[in-house]
């Protein structure tokens, strides 16, 4: 495995440690109903951008012609206002245990649009890895839904964002996965994350200005602080890393980690217990990653059945 690539998995894996992460705190930031995930959209994508134009400082300046402004603009549509926004709306509405099992869904429709998009060969390895992670990510959430947890008040629109948000990421890795090899991770993000404050900051005027932002409480400060962060700066700043080194498919099958962070969250805090079938669950999910990374290109020639590459 070439140096980039192990990189590439590092980053992967540090991101989605912080995404885990970032669905019980944002739960636990709007449950008070003060803070709305309007307004933690506004707190990541404006943190974000003021984050990526402070480190560009420290990074070389690249210069972007308009036509690239214009595709970028477009990235931050998926990518970050999409995925972002959507999903924080989704876990508001529903539970963290109900996103989670939906950002099981990513990695199938990453697979899916390389296949259409970039002609990325579905192989026999590839859709078996994708069942095993998917089947180890779900063993985690199910095995703790006995134990309850935070309800939604619309569970169903809930759901539907947050597959939203996952299909949004999914089109974005693949449409971008070539465009982004153009410019640094700064250049990229300062960018998207500008764009990605643009759109969202007009509908969200009239609140912020109302806003009574002393009644915020110091336990709120904190976990928006991590979500801006950690959740935000730091993991895109990870996943692009991730996305210049590996194949969008493997990139979208790091969600699985997720359901691993969520799990040990819980076990920490005395909500879940550490169990065999845990262990299980946690080896279906890397199993499952490194078949699709053993996943060979389809070579050329009339090799498929229905599409699918043999990939003996």
């Known amino acids: 495995m070439e140096k980039a690539q192990i990189h590439g998995h590092m980053a992967m894996l540090g991101a989605n440690l912080m995404w885990g992460l970032m669905a019980p705190v944002a739960k636990m930031v709007m449950a008070g109903a003060l803070v709305s995930p309007l307004l933690l959209g506004d707190f990541r994508m404006l943190g974000g951008a003021l984050l990526f134009w402070i480190a560009s400082a420290f990074a070389p300046w690249q210069h972007v ?3 690239d402004l214009l595709r970028l603009a477009g990235a931050a549509m998926l990518g970050i206002v999409f995925n972002q926004g959507c999903y924080l709306f989704g876990v508001g509405y529903s539970t963290p245990s109900d996103a989670t099992v939906i950002t099981t869904t990513m990695p199938m429709w990453v697979m899916l649009l390389a296949a259409i998009i970039l002609k990325e060969p579905i192989t026999w390895k590839k859709a078996l890895g994708i069942v095993l992670g998917a089947s180890g990510a779900l063993l985690l959430v199910f095995s703790g839904a006995s134990r309850g947890g935070a309800s939604g008040s619309n569970p169903v629109l ?3 964002l947050v597959l ?8 974005y890795l693949t449409l971008y996965k070539n465009f982004i090899n153009k410019y640094t991770l700064f250049t990229l993000m300062r960018w ?3 764009f990605a404050s ?3 900051l007009v509908p969200s005027l009239p609140m912020l200005a109302s806003f009574p932002w002393g009644e915020i409480s110091p336990d709120e400060w904190y976990g928006i602080a991590f979500v801006v962060c950690g959740g935000t700066f730091v993991a895109y700043i990870l996943v ?3 996305q210049k080194a590996l194949r969008p498919t493997l990139v979208g099958m790091y969600n ?3 359901p691993i962070v969520a799990s040990a969250v819980g076990i920490c805090l005395g ?3 550490f169990t065999p079938m845990k262990i299980f669950a946690v080896a279906l999910v890397f199993g499952g990653v490194w078949m699709v990374t053993i996943s060979r290109a389809r070579k050329p020639g009339p090799a498929t059945v229905d599409g699918i590459d043999n990939d003996k």
């Open 256 to 258: 699985y980690v997720q």
């Open 192 to 194: 998207m994350f500008t």
């Open 164 to 171: 939203t948000a996952q299909f949004s990421y999914a089109l």
């Open 271 to 273: 909500l879940d217990t």
């Open 65 to 67: 012609p308009p036509l």
């Open 240 to 242: 692009m890393v991730g």
């Open 198 to 200: 643009a759109a969202i």
């Open 158 to 160: 809930g759901d539907m």
